[in-house]
């Protein structure tokens, strides 16, 4: 049975950091592994990438802040968030494009964390 894994979402102060997760289970193999984020009122945006082939990439809205990593199981994802701003605040989703058996190439959506950044 698939399923994502998230944590690491709360409450921080402007200039604050968190760290967030997000472990893929139940796949043959994941690919693509990244974070997407909604603010209230707003569509859900790209945030960050670890693609299958090694690449990282951001959104500007986060580059030089966010730093993504991807442990070398390659199943699990952190999102490393430094200088936080009340724009981050959001729901963040993990989203993993894999292959599970039986089903074969798919992408998921983990259930959201909330992120939010107020003094």
């Known amino acids: 049975q698939v399923e994502l894994v998230e944590s690491g979402g709360g409450l921080v102060q402007p200039g604050g950091s968190l760290r967030l997760s997000c472990e893929a289970r139940?796949?043959?193999?994941?690919?693509?592994m990244a974070w997407y984020r909604q603010a209230p009122g707003k569509q859900r945006e790209f945030v960050a990438i670890?693609?299958?082939?090694?690449?990282?990439k951001y959104s500007d809205s986060v580059k030089g802040r966010f730093t993504l990593s991807r442990d070398s199981a390659k199943v699990t994802i952190y999102l490393t968030m430094n200088n936080l701003k009340p724009e981050d605040t959001a729901v963040y989703y993990c989203?993993?494009?894999?292959?599970?058996?039986?089903?074969?190439?798919?992408?998921?959506w983990g259930q959201g964390t909330q992120v939010t950044v107020s003094s």
């Open positions: 670890s693609s299958r082939d090694g690449k990282i």
């Open positions: 989203n993993v494009e894999g292959t599970v058996v039986s089903v074969g190439l798919r992408a998921y």
């Open positions: 139940g796949f043959f193999n994941a690919y693509d």
